[in-house]
């Protein structure tokens, strides 16, 4: 059974940053796509970031080019999202989740059959 576990979050002032924590159980997780999701108080869950586990290839949201980084650190099954010049709209609950098939360049929700439970970033102004 797979288990993703968030942590990092917190609150951070405008042009702060953050590191967040995926660690990943229950599966080998070579294979598998990662991503970050986040979803602010009455909106819809956004793509952020995704890796290819075994080649760690790549792919951001516009948004977030150039300021965030998805990374995978494999001794420790953990999947880690760098943020930083973080702004206040991006103040919203980050989740982690997994999806055993395709690239990095999966971005849908539906697309992921594993998630988290997610962790708060509050970015204050």
């Known amino acids: 059974q797979v288990q993703l576990v968030e942590s990092g979050g917190g609150l951070v002032q405008a042009g702060g940053s953050l590191r967040l924590s995926c660690a990943a159980s229950g599966r080998t997780f070579s294979n598998y796509v990662m991503a970050w999701f986040r979803q602010a108080p009455g909106k819809e869950r956004e793509f952020v970031a995704a890796?290819?586990?075994?080649?760690?290839?790549?792919y951001y949201a516009d948004s977030v080019k150039g300021r965030f980084t998805i990374s995978v650190d494999n001794a420790k099954n953990t999947v880690y999202l760098q943020m930083n010049s973080l702004k206040p709209e991006e103040t919203a609950v980050y989740i982690c989740a997994a999806e055993p098939w395709g690239d990095s360049r999966l971005r849908a929700t539906y697309e992921y059959h594993y998630w988290g439970q997610g962790t708060q970033v509050t970015v204050s102004s």
């Open positions: 890796i290819k586990w075994r080649s760690g290839s790549t």
